[in-house]
């Protein structure tokens, strides 16, 4: 099983507006990664947690706040997004050892701000 | 910093082969990753190859690494509509936390297989 879920599939909020983004896998993986992809353009990576803890913050704007509560989930608090935020937001997971450390995506969550 | 380079659009019609190119950056990375991406959905991990190999080939699928020239090509045989997507390669460059990998993405191919 390599399936990395994400909630909700579609997620439309106004500027002013907090949510959340949540991922899941149950492969055992111990790193767990949030891109942010826009049209037509290769995923960004955002944050890297590995063994629950935030190993990799790629300069993002506070207004985005990852969270790792246990190893199997993955959450992203968003709070006063900008219209420049809307993206397709992509989680992924690998297993987080040297040699191999293939990624696998979930399907994503498309993220509207108004 | 360099680019992992894919040329933007390959159309192909259905029946044939189609080979999409990559040109990757760091010659000491380890893996590359070929992803497939259908249209609104997340990316699909196809293949992967070593670097101490020349070829790897699962099915329809066969990718070819030429790591003097640093390149990095997907060929698939007997294309169907189903293929229709975009193709990312991907590098995990050296230097990399011991304990989670930095994936560089190359700017994707658009493949559209025609009747």
């Known amino acids: 099983d390599t399936e990395v879920t994400q909630t909700p599939k579609h997620l439309v909020m106004g500027m002013t507006n907090k949510k959340s983004l949540k991922c899941e896998q149950h492969?055992?993986?111990?790193?767990m990664y949030w891109y942010k992809q826009k049209a037509k353009k290769p995923p960004e990576l955002m944050f890297v947690?590995?063994?629950?803890?935030?190993?990799i913050n790629e300069s993002v704007p506070s207004r985005f706040s990852p969270e790792c509560p246990n190893s199997s989930l993955l959450n992203l608090h968003l709070h006063a997004l900008q219209p420049e935020d809307s993206a397709l937001y992509l989680c992924?997971?690998?297993?987080?050892?040297?040699?191999?450390?293939?990624?696998?995506f979930g399907p994503g969550t498309r993220l509207t701000v108004l | 910093g360099e680019d992992v380079e894919q040329s933007l659009f390959l159309s192909v019609r259905e029946g044939d082969s189609s080979v999409i190119n990559c040109t990757y950056t760091?010659?000491?990375?380890?893996?590359l990753y070929w992803y497939k991406q259908e249209p609104g959905a997340g990316l699909q991990l196809l293949t992967y190859?070593?670097?101490?190999?020349d070829m790897k080939q699962d099915q329809r699928l066969t990718v070819l690494l030429n790591k003097k020239d640093k390149h990095l090509s997907l060929r698939i045989a007997d294309t169907q509509t189903g293929d229709s997507a975009i193709y990312f390669c991907?590098?995990?460059?050296?230097?990399?936390?011991?304990?989670?990998?930095?994936?560089?993405f190359g700017t994707g191919t658009r493949l559209q297989v025609t009747l």
């Open positions: 992924a997971s690998s297993q987080g050892v040297l040699g191999t450390d293939t990624q696998y």
């Open positions: 492969m055992g993986h111990r790193a």
């Open positions: 947690y590995s063994y629950e803890k935030l190993s």
């Open positions: 760091d010659s000491s990375s380890t893996y």
């Open positions: 190859i070593f670097s101490n190999m």
């Open positions: 991907a590098e995990i460059p050296s230097g990399r936390d011991g304990t989670a990998s930095k994936l560089t």
